[in-house]
């Protein structure tokens, strides 16, 4: 789990934040399992009550325009949402056309700096890699 601040943000930003994160797991019309594990892991830290967490799921099958998530939000909460945006977006092994576009909408909407998005997908396949050699030592340490 990322240590972080979302759970600190006020309710309505954390709602908008899970919204973000339903309308980056339908970008590319496609849902995969490695996505549906990341959206449930970071939806699980913004501690939304058990009928918000209900309509964020609704919100997968007829997710809200980008608009209407980014609206909501702070700055605070815009930089932690692009950050989770990312990690969402890389999940699946590919960052396609689309979610680079929505990456880049959410960096000029808030005002973000320029590089924002490849530092962050740099990051993320960092992690990933790392998350890799994990598993392969624990293939290696199972013989």
């Known amino acids: 789990m990322l240590p972080d601040t979302i759970h600190k943000l006020p309710r309505e930003e954390r709602f908008a934040y899970a919204r973000l994160l339903a309308f980056m797991a339908r970008v590319d019309n496609e849902l995969t399992v490695d996505e549906m594990a990341m959206f449930e892991q970071r939806l699980g830290t913004a501690l939304l009550s058990p009928s918000q967490r209900k309509l964020i799921r609704t919100a997968l099958k007829t ?15 815009g930089r932690l949402a692009l ?3 990312t990690m969402m977006a890389a999940a699946d092994g590919t960052v396609d056309d689309d979610e680079r576009d929505v990456l880049y909408e959410i960096v000029e909407h ?17 992690g990933y890699m ?4 994990g598993y392969d030592i624990l293939n290696e340490i199972s013989e």
């Not at 997710?63 to 909460?77: D, I, N």
């Not at 808030?110 to 960092?126: H, P």
């Open 63 to 77: 997710p809200p325009s980008l608009h209407e998530c980014l609206e909501g939000m702070g700055e605070e909460t």
């Open 83 to 85: 950050r989770d945006a």
């Open 110 to 126: 808030f005002g973000l700096a320029d590089g924002s998005v490849e530092r962050l997908l740099n990051w993320a396949s960092k």
């Open 130 to 133: 790392w998350m890799q050699e």
